[in-house]
């Protein structure tokens, strides 16, 4: 202070230090100063470089730890020089242990190689040894297994559930473990036994309330970013989304409705034409689906037709969950001139048991009337769910 003080009077006395004063202050001030750390968001990724990192399935090795070796060992000290067998046993090897975590979201950041840790092996004065530590890998929720011959093995479908994907290998005995009446000084240990050694197809497949099902540039992903935060990619061209989004639709008493938007399907889906069986599998989870069509279209008769057929060669079932029905751009000129032809052979096909809701998702148009929709088919999922046993409803 005192000498801050100082160049002050100086300053007023003497106009020629002036300069001297403000480089001298500023040379001060930036020696006990530190730089302020910007903190930046995260880095714009584009839709492209998105679906790189989204991997639904890969191929996974595990090994098990092997089982520590039995140790044959005789007691020697002073007072008891033939003290007896005192080798102890080896430890157990680790297993390696898949368990579902709800954060993760893709297999990208998975290893194509898991191990356990190996079994100590046991030691004199009775001592056993330590067991492997087991290997615990997290996978998203939804992941399922399959062997080399293409058999299911497990499926992970909520948060902490867990699957022992390899078992480790049983310690060996040690002498002390074969000590008998008739044999009171046995040499004999046993080796560790080793680990199982098995090789897994990790798939994922997107768990949802609904399904956004509909060819490309149909507007599934503008639905999604009006009815939920969800933030997809959207474009005038057709495939601008090329893997799946999920946003949540949140309603007053606190019920979440998770809503897919399935990348877009052709003809020819089920034969793996275009991106089929990619984007197929993340349906089959779906407890109903929506079918977005567009108005615009020449025919979007038959593209529903062609959806509902795709959705039935790839797996029959499929085609039988409840769905809604959407006729999306009403706003076009082009939807308004389809609309007659195009509702007379819905009624014609369906009658009254099937809801037709026309939508404009570029203005909102009939956006609470498809809301209510939605809230009614998954309160009815819920409810049949109740009647054959199933008390907690899937929640996101």
Request: one cysteine or more; hydrophobic letters at 35%; glycine letters at 10%.
């Amino acid at each position: 202070m005192l000498c801050i003080s100082h160049r002050i009077i100086s300053l007023f006395c003497n106009k020629s230090c002036h300069f001297t004063f403000i480089c001298n202050t500023f040379s001060i001030s930036s020696q006990y100063s530190r730089k302020k750390k910007i903190i930046t968001g995260k880095p714009y990724r584009t839709e492209e470089e998105l679906a790189q990192k989204f991997i639904d399935h890969k191929l996974i090795k595990v090994y098990a730890g092997k089982g520590g070796d039995g140790r044959s060992s005789f007691l020697r000290e002073k007072n008891r020089p033939m003290g007896g067998p005192d080798g102890g046993n080896g430890g157990n090897g680790g297993n390696v242990v898949f368990v579902a975590d709800s954060n993760m979201k893709s297999l990208e950041k998975l290893s194509p190689l898991y191990q356990a840790d190996d079994g100590i092996d046991g030691g004199g004065y009775n001592c056993f040894g330590k067991n492997g530590k087991d290997k615990f890998v997290k996978f998203p929720v939804g992941t399922y297994f399959r062997c080399e011959d293409g058999s299911v093995v497990e499926d992970l479908v909520k948060h902490g559930d867990e699957f022992v994907a390899a078992y480790g290998g049983l310690g060996g005995k040690g002498n002390r473990f074969f000590v008998t009446n008739t044999e009171t000084v046995p040499e004999e240990c046993t080796p560790g036994q080793p680990g199982d050694a098995r090789v897994f197809v990790a798939e994922l497949r997107t768990l949802a309330h609904a399904g956004l099902i509909g060819f490309p540039n149909a507007g599934k992903s503008t639905l999604l970013r009006i009815l939920t935060r969800a933030r997809p990619q959207v474009g005038d061209y057709q495939f601008t989304t090329l893997r799946p989004h999920v946003g949540i639709l949140h309603f007053e008493d606190f019920t979440q409705i998770a809503i897919a938007d399935i990348p877009g399907i052709i003809e020819g889906a089920h034969k793996n034409q275009g991106l089929g069986l990619t984007f197929l599998r993340h349906i089959e989870r779906c407890r109903f689906f929506i079918f977005l069509l567009d108005l615009s279209e020449p025919d979007p008769w038959q593209h529903l037709q062609t959806l509902r057929k795709e959705l039935s060669e790839y797996e029959k079932v499929l085609s039988e969950r409840p769905s809604i029905y959407v006729a999306n751009k009403l706003d076009l000129p082009e939807a308004k001139e389809h609309l007659l032809d195009f509702t007379n052979q819905f009624k014609t096909e369906f009658g009254e048991d099937k809801k037709l809701v026309l939508l404009s998702g570029k203005y909102g148009q009939n956006l609470e009337e498809l809301i209510h929709t939605i809230r009614y088919f998954y309160d009815e999922d819920i409810r049949v769910n109740q009647m054959h046993g199933m008390t907690s409803p899937m929640r996101w």
